[in-house]
């Protein structure tokens, strides 16, 4: 099976530009979960999608959102970017009730927020 | 609060030692705990998984043990090669906010 991948895997965007990023999760996993990684915060929990459903969201700010879509791949979105921002975005997908909601992660997309 | 920890940002050890990485967690009860593995520049990768009622597991030169009464688990390399330097996660269920919260990692040098 194909892995999880993320685009685009390299970004560069300045303060108060918005971006998108894009995932497709491993074929047959409806779940795909969101995750920003920074050295000083390690990795924090964005947000889960199921059935193109949010299911739970981390301690974000209103202007990341995320959505799903029937195949279950998924878009993030963050509005009005901040310096703060830069970070690598991980996606994982995982299929519940198979493995325990092991996350299988893809390569990521590192943002630099200029 | 809830807090999850790993024992220290960096472990430097010998080829051939075995290392032992640390995961405490305060405040949370998980029925399970998982344990990746980071390169540089790449997403983590699912290592091994262990359950509450589980006390050990094993795989190849892994092996992971779970403590629910101390809140904590070890993860050893045994025989450690300079390929397995990288950086090491641990995971566990938030069960009250079904997620899976992420130590911060530790991460691991062997030098030959």
């Known amino acids: 099976k194909a892995g999880v991948t993320q685009t685009p895997r390299y970004l560069i965007k300045t303060r108060g530009q918005q971006v998108t990023l894009s995932c497709s999760p491993i074929s047959g996993h409806r779940s795909v979960s969101w995750y920003q990684q920074t050295p000083g915060q390690g990795l924090q929990f964005l947000f889960e999608y199921f059935s193109e459903t949010q299911r739970n969201k981390g301690n974000f700010p209103g202007r990341f959102s995320g959505r799903q879509f029937s195949n279950s791949r998924s878009e993030m979105n963050v509005s009005t970017l901040e310096l703060g921002d830069s970070a690598l975005y991980l996606c994982a997908s995982s299929s519940p009730g198979l493995g325990l909601d092991t996350q299988y992660f893809g390569p990521g997309t590192r943002l630099t927020v200029l | 609060s809830q807090k999850i920890e790993q024992n220290s940002e960096a472990l430097n050890i010998q080829e051939g030692k075995t290392a032992t990485l640390t995961c405490n967690y305060t405040?949370?009860?998980?029925?399970?705990l998982q344990w990746y593995r980071q390169d540089p520049g790449r997403g983590p990768v699912f290592l091994l998984l262990i359950r509450e009622n589980e006390k050990e597991k094993r795989k190849e030169r892994l092996k992971v043990t779970f403590d629910t009464t101390l809140k904590q688990s070890l993860f050893h390399i045994t025989a450690s090669q300079p390929a397995d330097s990288a950086t090491y996660l641990c995971?566990?269920?938030?069960?009250?906010?079904?997620?899976?919260?992420f130590g911060s990692g530790t991460r691991l040098s062997i030098r030959p």
């Open positions: 405040n949370y009860s998980p029925a399970y």
């Open positions: 995971a566990l269920e938030d069960s009250s906010a079904s997620k899976i919260i």
